[in-house]
């Protein structure tokens, strides 16, 4: 119990429950403070958007192209079209779903929030577009030119936002949260959207099933064998999932249980499982995608473009590629295309952190076995072209 009190999902959740009960207590001057410093917190973690994205997503190039093979290329597209599939079915069922979900995108006799005392601006030191078309560019030119002495600083560099990330952006996202859902309740709405929230967190795990089945049909294809072979030893590698919320800190349960499946070859599970872990993300994608759509008709009023959304998929999937390995890791590497494409505010994004994060433990087992299923793939393809079965060594 001390260990979950003190987990993320569980910090968000007192901080929402706190925000909540909060707003409706304070006066107009506690509030003025409490709207200036979600100010600046949104600032400081807008600010490290395109650290994030050069600092995982160039590192994650350089180490796929130093290590590059047939293989590989096969798992990166297998892994980014996973990735987009299940960004474009949840998609699909956003469109389907969210105009059932009687969300009431105004609410009548809303208070106004108060300005703020001060406003404190911290620019980015690049677009976030900018971050991600540099850090592809360089981390292929890195590995094209053979550059280990770039290719060093990328790694030093990704260490070093890591840290900022784990010191800096994830302590203050509580605090963050719960002054969020302080001005919500503040105003007034946070009562009539709650339950909307826990609908669409169902939803989504409802999705994560269905997709883990169309996956590991298309293994079972691949392979011309049985998926339930590779399925019924994935349950610890599920619940660890469910406990740690990070695939690294999964990977070493999730290598027992592939190794234990008779029908993958124990090369391209000691090659994929390590690899899947850190650049297939299939149910974190999901799961963000429809809650975009649902935030979107929540705080805007309307669902984004099909040209929109399908545009916000693709890039995405790509992001989710070099995402850092922490809780909510996607969804964070991914507020700049959220505010780019989508033009959230800092309440959409504040929003997108909450609900993402509360239910990131399912989107991380939902990752982790999915992995299974296209290390089946890889053993079907490495089976169909002959490729002879050697031996590879993984420290965990």
Not at 200 to 210: A, D, N, T
Not at 315 to 324: K, M, S, Y
């Amino acid at each position: 119990m001390k260990k979950f009190m003190t987990s993320l999902p569980a910090k968000l959740l007192i901080g929402v429950i706190l925000g909540i009960l909060a707003g409706q207590v304070l006066g107009e001057s506690a509030m003025q403070v409490v709207v200036t410093l979600k100010y600046i917190m949104n600032q400081v973690i807008v600010f490290c958007v395109p650290l994030i994205i050069i600092g995982f997503i160039a590192p994650s190039i350089t180490k796929l192209g130093n290590n590059a093979s047939r293989m590989l290329g096969v798992a990166l597209v297998a892994a980014y079209l996973s990735s987009l599939g299940a960004a474009l079915f949840s998609m699909a069922a956003g469109y389907l779903l969210i105009p059932h979900l009687s969300i009431a995108s105004s609410v009548d006799g809303l208070k106004e929030l108060p300005a703020i005392v001060f406003q404190l601006d911290i620019p980015q030191i690049m677009p976030v577009m900018s971050a991600l078309v540099f850090s592809v560019l360089v981390g292929l030119a890195a590995t094209w030119s053979k550059a280990s002495v770039i290719t060093s600083v990328l790694d030093e560099f990704q260490k070093i936002v890591l840290e900022i990330v784990t010191r800096v952006v994830i302590p203050i996202l509580p605090v963050f949260i719960a002054f969020t859902f302080c001005s919500l309740s503040y105003e007034g709405t946070i009562t009539k959207q709650l339950p909307v929230f826990l609908k669409v967190v169902i939803i989504v795990m409802i999705g994560h099933f269905i997709w883990l089945t169309l996956l590991y049909t298309i293994g079972g294809v691949s392979t011309g064998t049985n998926p339930m072979e590779v399925v019924k030893n994935y349950g610890p590698a599920y619940i660890t999932a469910v406990g740690t919320m990070s695939s690294a800190a999964t990977l070493a349960v999730a290598l027992r249980c592939a190794r234990k499946c008779k029908t993958l070859r124990s090369d391209m599970v000691d090659f994929g499982i390590p690899l899947f872990a850190n650049i297939h993300l299939c149910g974190s994608v999901l799961t963000e995608v429809f809650f975009v759509m649902t935030v979107s008709k929540i705080l805007y009023g309307s669902i984004p473009s099909v040209g929109t959304m399908v545009l916000f998929c693709a890039l995405l999937g790509i992001f989710a590629i070099g995402a850092p390995g922490v809780p909510g890791g996607t969804v964070m590497a991914s507020l700049g295309l959220i505010s780019g494409v989508l033009m959230f505010d800092e309440t959409g994004l504040a929003l997108m952190l909450t609900i993402f994060a509360l239910q990131d433990s399912f989107g991380t087992a939902c990752n982790v076995t999915g992995d299974g299923a296209l290390t089946m793939i890889l053993t079907g393809y490495a089976k169909k072209h002959k490729i002879e079965e050697q031996k590879i060594n993984v420290e965990l």
